[in-house]
């Protein structure tokens, strides 16, 4: 047996809004044998446009029964039957939730109309229950109320019966299939493609723009937890109703889908996405030569276009660095903008700064001492390479980091291994990088020193 549903609501997601109007056909396979609807009071103001399209304003709902007064009838009428409705994710969220809250627990199979059209009735140029149905000739009366709605489904619900020839109702209704779990806009064809390995996903809207990308160890496995519950909430419900494909790519690690799915919200900036689009280097290492032509190190703002000699998610881990330089190479603290005050220079006593800043050295000896302090950014920041399994048996996975930054990663013979720095790049795809990726990458070569090879030899 069969409960065709159709509700109308005063918003777009349950969890803050109300069901104003209730309809529910019992099916039983070959015609309705028995129709219950009523209309509801939502206990909040219906919004002007909602009474535009449904023409149910407050006055109509003002003296009808509230949803827990009928939460008992619903829930006969539903809960041992498959609930079947066009879309039929977004009623079963509202009864779903409003049934919970009266204390009714409605656990059914679902089937949705605009899934099963997809199937059945192939090629359309539209499966909105309006179009649809004046596509294959059936009439609705009272569009955009519970009682014509529902009446419109269950004729075309027959006539899916009727032209179901491959079983495709049976299928869906089968245990083990999870198909009317899934957007009602995404292909199951989408789902089927999916691999279980390591990469990211990508999900599409109707424009195929990208609105969301994800990582995961096991693609197939991750993208369907996404589906696996149907929240109330407005943000679930607008992301599952903007799903309409899935395309993904596989990565040889779960490190190299980290790396990737950083990179790739950064680069398309999807709507659904909250995190990880603000990991951007907010300081640098700069150096310029001032009026008496002496060079100068300084930490600053990281600046678009520029080419600093190292970046810095935290300007303390910059100044770190610069004062590390400092007493490495008997710099001048003033002139690195350390020291920022009038005093004369605090190490020209100790002779650990040799004058530069009074001018008593020269400018040819301090600048030297300050490319050699530059120069010396490859030994002290690390260089490596970080090999791992690959997609393939024949292949590594490879990442590199040189002069402390990610360079980029890809994918090599086991042979390349250990061949010269300079043909290993060859075959990696350069990546923009922040102190995110490079943290991880670092992370990752201190838990599996055996997977690193040192590019500088040390």
Known sequence: MYAIVDIETTGGHASANGITEVAILVHDGQEVIKQFKTLINPLKPIPIYVQALTGIDDEMVSTAPKFQDIAHKIYELLHDKVFVAHNVNFDFSFLHFHLAAAGFNLQTKKLCTVRLSRKI?????????????????????????????????????????????????????????????????????????????????????????VIYVGKAKNIRKRVASHFANNKPGRQKQDFLREIHHITFQECGTELMSLILEAVEIKRLWPAYNRSLKRFEYAYALYSFEDQNGYMRLVIDRKKKFSKPHYTFNGIAEGYNL?????????????????????????????????????????????????????????????????????????????????????????????????????LVKKYLTPYPENDYIRNMILNAALRFPHKVRDIYGN
């Open 121 to 209: 009735i192939p090629g359309l140029a539209s499966y909105s229950l309006g179009r649809l149905c004046k596509e294959v000739g059936i009439e609705i009366q009272d569009r955009h109320r519970a009682l014509g709605d529902a009446l419109a489904t269950a004729k075309l619900f027959s006539m899916l019966i009727e032209q179901d020839k491959d079983g495709h109702i049976s299928k869906t209704l089968n245990q083990r299939s999870r198909e009317q779990s899934l957007p009602p806009h995404l292909p199951k064809e989408d789902m089927d493609k999916l691999p279980s390995v390591p990469g990211i996903y990508y999900f599409h809207n109707s424009k195929s723009k």
């Open 322 to 422: 610069i004062k590390s330089l400092i007493a490495g190479f008997n710099l001048c603290p003033k002139l690195c903008f350390v020291q920022r005050n009038n005093d004369p220079c605090v190490p020209i006593g100790e002779e650990s700064c040799k004058g530069a800043c009074e001018q008593l050295e020269s400018v040819e000896l301090y600048n030297k001492r300050v490319i050699m302090a530059l120069n010396s950014l490859s030994s002290v920041l690390p260089g490596f390479l970080l090999i791992d399994e690959g997609r393939t048996f024949e292949e590594k996975s490879c990442l590199l980091i040189e002069n402390g930054q990610f360079f980029g990663m890809g994918y090599i013979t086991s042979d390349l291994a250990q061949a010269d720095i300079s």
